[in-house]
């Protein structure tokens, strides 16, 4: 099985245009290439050039994930194996040449819809729930002081609450 997907992240990480890097692991084979854009984005009415890095990303799952079928479950599982190698590669990063302003990426940090393509099936990932959620909804006064209650109660108890 084989799983791709290319993305664009908010940021640059500071890696050659064109540049891969291949890692094997016991659970899966990756490959990533890295390519660099330069975004217009406003800033307090001025246009602003940003760079911003694309990773083109190559999987290969060595374990009992190259017989799902489900290519939701594969693409979760493609998208969380592939930050903790991107997320290898930019700690060697900071390590190596004091780059303390770069930092790992999370799911918050992709595209709210990441394209992946599982053995030629496309499928579209959904990455970041919170946007399709109907989020026009208001609170009432009522609701307000459930919450100040529940405030009050994990400040006094908070051995019964998990984060």
């Known amino acids: 099985m084989i799983v791709k997907s290319t993305f664009e992240l908010p940021f640059k990480i500071p890696i050659e245009n064109h540049e891969q890097f291949a890692g094997s ?40 994930l190259q017989y799902v079928e489900d290519i ?37 940090d992709l595209p709210t819809t990441i ?10 990932y959904i990455t970041n729930i919170e946007f399709l959620v109907d989020n026009d909804r208001a609170f009432t006064s009522e609701v307000k002081r459930e919450v100040l209650n529940t405030i009050t109660t994990e400040e006094i108890y908070p051995q019964y609450f998990f984060s």
Not at 38 to 51: A, F, N
Not at 115 to 124: L, W
């Open 115 to 124: 394209y992946v393509e599982v053995d030629g099936t496309k499928a579209a």
């Open 25 to 64: 692991y016991g659970f899966a084979d990756f490959s990533v290439e890295f390519d660099h854009i330069e975004r217009e984005i406003d800033v307090i009415g001025s246009i602003t050039k940003v760079k911003r890095t694309i990773l083109h990303i190559s999987y290969s799952p060595k374990t009992k």
């Open 72 to 108: 939701e479950t594969v693409a979760r599982i493609f998208i969380y194996d592939s930050l903790f190698y991107i997320n290898k590669i930019i700690r060697a990063v900071k390590r190596r040449f004091s780059i303390m302003y770069i930092h790992e990426i999370t799911v918050y």
